[in-house]
């Protein structure tokens, strides 16, 4: 079904499989209030990596002065580090060594998580808050030549950042604190596939 994108009237009625995975009781509320059904489901979990030792290390490195900055990626891979550390290394000093080097925010759910720790990022990214704005803000306000830079990675690796800050000279140190996984009950999620294949929905929300 096609709906009229000038008219005002919200999803009018129709059926709309939304992909979230933390907030979906707020979402599905959200597109009954635009006149929508709602089929939420969660397409996927972050999984704290049970091997921390990376970045406990990289933590250590940032204590002694052998970083020189720190890309943060995603809100939750800062929670994710921070619990990571904080019974290894004394969270405060880790903190207060954090706010004296160079820290950049990939988007604004990184700057928020930062801010919950009172750290003000030195850099972030443009929006849409992607590599390529990430590494246009690195070019703009931080020669990277010789320079130490680790990144808190999100549920994979991204070559592509690796590369372009490794062809401007930087040491790169990725970070694994967290990896995607498919959700626990994935039943939501295929009955949302399956009526979509059949038919079944008129919006599909990511």
């Known amino acids: 079904m096609k709906t009229n994108p ?62 020189d900055a720190l890309v943060l990626m995603t809100g939750v891979g800062v929670h994710y580090l921070m619990r990571s550390v904080e019974r290894h290394v004394d969270l405060e000093r880790f903190l207060n060594c954090l706010t004296d080097m160079t820290t950049i925010a990939r988007g604004p759910k990184a700057v928020a998580a930062l801010k919950e720790y009172g750290i003000t990022p030195t850099l972030s990214a443009a929006s849409p808050n992607t590599w390529r704005e990430l590494l246009a803000t690195l070019d703009i306000h931080l020669p990277l030549n010789q320079v130490n830079i680790a990144i808190q990675e999100y549920g994979k690796p991204n070559p592509s950042l690796v590369a372009g800050l490794e062809a401007r000279g930087a040491k790169v140190y990725p970070i694994k604190v967290y990896r995607w996984e498919l959700p626990a009950d994935t039943s939501p999620l295929r009955k949302n596939l399956q009526a979509i294949f059949d038919g079944g929905r008129g919006v599909l929300l990511f």
């Open 6 to 67: 000038s008219s005002n009237t919200g999803f009018n009625g129709l059926r709309v499989a939304a992909f979230e995975s933390r907030r979906n009781i707020e979402l599905a509320h959200l597109i009954e209030k635009q006149g929508g059904i709602a089929f939420v489901s969660h397409s996927m979990q972050e999984v704290l990596e049970e091997d921390n030792r990376p970045s406990i290390d990289l933590a250590n490195y940032i204590m002694t002065g052998e970083m």
